[in-house]
C-alpha cells in the first residue's frame, strides 16, 4: 500500500477537523459579542428605571432603578440650562447626602438589588421643559430625560343639595349628595366645613374631612337633613357646605422647616330644601301658593283626574277654565281642606274663594278626555292661571251617536234636547193635522 494512498483521506478528515473547529471558535466568539453588546445597551440606555409619566416640581416623586451597589449618585438639571443642578449621592457610612431638603429620607429605601426614592426639584425653577436625570450606579453613568412640570392645584364639584319634603310630616329624613374630582396634577387633602345651625345634620359619603385625593380620583360627599314641615314653602336655603381642596408639600430647601401649603380653590354650595309634593311644580304670589302638576298624559275618552293644592294666606277667588275635556263643575270638582289635621272634605263653589282659615286647599277636577285633542285644566286664582296640560297618549274614533261609546255630558244633554224638542214638535203636528181632519169631516156633513 502506498502511504500517500492511506494519508490522503486522513488528511482530509485532519484539514475538516481543524476548519469545523476553527469555525465554532469564530461562531462562539461572535455569539458572545453579540449578547455581550445586547447587554450593554441594556446597560447603558434601558436600565430598569420606572419614574412616572408626569415629574411635578415642587412635590416629590417616586422612582426605582436596579442596583446591586448601595452606593448611588443621582443628579438632575434642565437641559436647556445646566447651570441649575440638584444632586443625591448615598454613602454606606454617611447616609445620605447632597440636596437633601429635596429629598424624601423616609419613604426611600433600598431592597433586594433595587433603589426606591422620592426626589423634587424646586417648583421655582423651570417647567414644563426637559429634564436630564443621571444615575451613576455600579461605577457607570445612566442618563434619562423627563419632563418637569409645573404643580397643579384645581378640583371641581358637581351636582345640588336640594331637598324635597311632603307638607306636614314629622322627622323627615332626606339624603342628598355632591362628587368632587381632583383635576389637578398633584394630590390634594379634602376639607369640609358647614355652618348649618340646625343638629340635624349627618355628612357621609365616600371621602371625611381630611381625605386626601389623588389625581383624576373622584368622591362623593353626601348630606342627610332631618325636619319636620307644615304646609307648602318654596325653596329656602338652610346651611352652606364648603369644599375646599389644598395641596401639601414637604419639598423645602431647609429639612427644618415646616411643609409648604398650596392653596386651592373652595367651593361654597348652598344646601336648599322645598316643602311639597313630587312632580308637582310650585309657584307663589302675593297671598297665596299653588301647586300643580305641568302635564298629564291619558288616552281618548278616557276619565281622569287633576289635582290643585293652593296654600291662602289671605281671602282669594279660585276658577276653572277648560278646552277639550267634558266635566260639570257642581259634580266633578270636589275639594279638601287641612286645618291643623287630617284633610276633610269641604264645600267649594266654582267660581268661588278660599280663605286663610285652611292651611291647605287640595283641589281635585274629574274629567273625562277628548277622544283625539289635546287639552288643558286652568286653574285661575285672582288674577293668575296655572295649567295642566292634558295630553292625549292614544287618539280613538269620533264616537257615533248610536254607539255606547262615552259621549260626554254635553253630547247627551244635547240628544235628550233634541229629542224632547222633537217630540214637542210631533205632538204640535199631530194635533194640526187632527184638528184639519175634523174641519174636513164636517164640512162633507
Same mark, same amino acid.
Given at each position: 500500500?502506498? $502511504?500517500g494512498?492511506?494519508?490522503? &483521506?486522513?488528511?482530509?478528515f485532519f484539514?475538516a477537523?481543524i476548519?469545523?473547529?476553527s469555525?465554532?471558535?469564530v461562531?462562539?466568539s461572535?455569539?458572545?459579542?453579540g449578547v ?6 441594556v ?8 419614574? =412616572? ?11 426605582? @432603578?436596579d442596583?446591586?451597589?448601595?452606593e448611588?449618585n443621582?443628579t ?6 445646566p447651570d441649575?443642578e ?7 457610612e454617611?447616609?445620605w447626602?447632597?440636596d ?8 426611600t ?6 433603589w426606591?426614592v !422620592?426626589?423634587?426639584?424646586?417648583? /421655582?425653577?423651570?417647567t414644563?421643559?426637559?429634564w436630564t436625570?443621571?444615575?451613576e ?5 445612566h442618563?434619562?430625560?423627563v419632563e418637569?412640570?409645573? &404643580?397643579?392645584v384645581?378640583?371641581?364639584?358637581s351636582?345640588?343639595l336640594?331637598?324635597?319634603?311632603? +307638607?306636614?310630616?314629622?322627622?323627615v329624613?332626606?339624603t342628598d ?8 396634577n398633584?394630590k390634594?387633602?379634602v376639607?369640609?366645613?358647614t355652618?348649618? $345651625?340646625e ?5 357621609g ?6 381625605d386626601?385625593l389623588? $389625581?383624576?380620583e373622584?368622591a362623593? *360627599?353626601?348630606?342627610?337633613?332631618t325636619?319636620?314641615?307644615?304646609g ?5 336655603t @338652610? ?9 401639601i408639600?414637604r419639598?423645602t ?10 392653596p386651592? +380653590? ?7 330644601y322645598?316643602?311639597g ?10 297671598g ?6 305641568r302635564?298629564k298624559?291619558?288616552d281618548?275618552?278616557?276619565?281622569g ?8 294666606? /289671605?281671602?282669594?277667588?279660585v ?5 277639550n275635556?267634558t266635566f260639570d263643575e257642581?259634580e266633578?270638582?270636589?275639594?279638601k281642606?287641612r286645618n291643623?289635621?287630617?284633610l276633610e272634605d *269641604?264645600?267649594?263653589?266654582?267660581p268661588?274663594? *278660599?280663605?286663610?282659615? !285652611?292651611?291647605?286647599v287640595?283641589i *281635585?277636577?274629574?274629567?273625562e278626555?277628548h !277622544?283625539?285633542?289635546d287639552?288643558m ?6 288674577d ?9 297618549g292614544?287618539?280613538?274614533d269620533? =264616537?257615533e =251617536?248610536?254607539d ?7 253630547a ?5 234636547g ?8 210631533l ?10 181632519k ?8
Amino acid at each position: 500500500m502506498k $502511504p500517500g494512498r492511506f494519508l490522503t &483521506p486522513f488528511f482530509t478528515f485532519f484539514i475538516a477537523s481543524i476548519l469545523i473547529f476553527s469555525l465554532g471558535i469564530v461562531f462562539h466568539s461572535q455569539a458572545v459579542e453579540g449578547v455581550s453588546e445586547s447587554m450593554e445597551d441594556v446597560g447603558i440606555e434601558d436600565i430598569e428605571v420606572e419614574f =412616572p409619566d408626569e415629574f411635578i416640581a415642587g412635590f416629590f416623586n417616586e422612582v426605582r @432603578f436596579d442596583s446591586q451597589e448601595r452606593e448611588v449618585n443621582i443628579t438632575m438639571y434642565p437641559e436647556d440650562d445646566p447651570d441649575i443642578e440638584y444632586q443625591w449621592y448615598y454613602d454606606e457610612e454617611e447616609g445620605w447626602g447632597g440636596d437633601i431638603g429635596y429629598l424624601d429620607e423616609v419613604n426611600t429605601s433600598y431592597t433586594d438589588g433595587s433603589w426606591e426614592v !422620592h426626589i423634587s426639584v424646586d417648583d /421655582e425653577d423651570p417647567t414644563d421643559v426637559v429634564w436630564t436625570i443621571e444615575f451613576e450606579v455600579e461605577g457607570e453613568t445612566h442618563d434619562f430625560s423627563v419632563e418637569v412640570l409645573e &404643580p397643579r392645584v384645581s378640583f371641581t364639584y358637581s351636582g345640588d343639595l336640594r331637598y324635597l319634603f311632603e +307638607p306636614y310630616e314629622d322627622d323627615v329624613e332626606g339624603t342628598d349628595s355632591i362628587s368632587v374630582r381632583n383635576t389637578g396634577n398633584v394630590k390634594i387633602v379634602v376639607e369640609i366645613y358647614t355652618d348649618f $345651625p340646625e343638629v340635624d345634620i349627618e355628612l357621609g359619603g365616600e371621602i371625611e374631612h381630611g381625605d386626601e385625593l389623588a $389625581p383624576g380620583e373622584s368622591a362623593e *360627599i353626601e348630606l342627610t337633613y332631618t325636619t319636620s314641615t307644615s304646609g307648602a314653602q318654596l325653596p329656602t336655603t @338652610f346651611g352652606t357646605l364648603t369644599v375646599e381642596g389644598r395641596a401639601i408639600s414637604r419639598v423645602t430647601p431647609d429639612p427644618d422647616e415646616d411643609f409648604v401649603v398650596h392653596p386651592g +380653590p373652595a367651593f361654597p354650595i348652598y344646601a336648599r330644601y322645598t316643602v311639597g309634593y313630587e312632580g308637582f311644580e310650585q309657584e307663589g304670589n302675593e297671598g297665596f301658593t299653588v301647586q300643580y302638576e305641568r302635564s298629564k298624559e291619558i288616552d281618548g275618552l278616557t276619565e281622569g283626574e287633576v289635582v290643585f293644592y293652593v296654600y291662602p294666606e /289671605e281671602l282669594v277667588s279660585v276658577g276653572i277654565h277648560t278646552e277639550n275635556i267634558t266635566f260639570d263643575e257642581e259634580e266633578d270638582v270636589t275639594a279638601k281642606a287641612r286645618n291643623g289635621g287630617e284633610l276633610e272634605d *269641604i264645600d267649594l263653589d266654582i267660581p268661588g274663594s *278660599i280663605s286663610p282659615e !285652611h292651611e291647605e286647599v287640595e283641589i *281635585i277636577v274629574e274629567f273625562e278626555s277628548h !277622544h283625539r285633542d289635546d287639552g288643558m285644566i286652568e286653574l285661575m286664582i285672582e288674577d293668575e292661571s296655572y295649567t295642566t296640560d292634558i295630553e292625549i297618549g292614544e287618539a280613538v274614533d269620533s =264616537p257615533e =251617536p248610536d254607539d255606547d261609546i262615552f259621549l260626554g255630558r254635553d253630547a247627551r244633554e244635547l240628544t235628550l234636547g233634541a229629542i224632547v224638542v222633537g217630540a214637542i214638535v210631533l205632538t204640535g203636528v199631530g194635533r194640526v193635522w187632527w184638528s184639519k181632519k175634523r174641519s174636513e169631516k164636517r164640512e162633507e156633513e
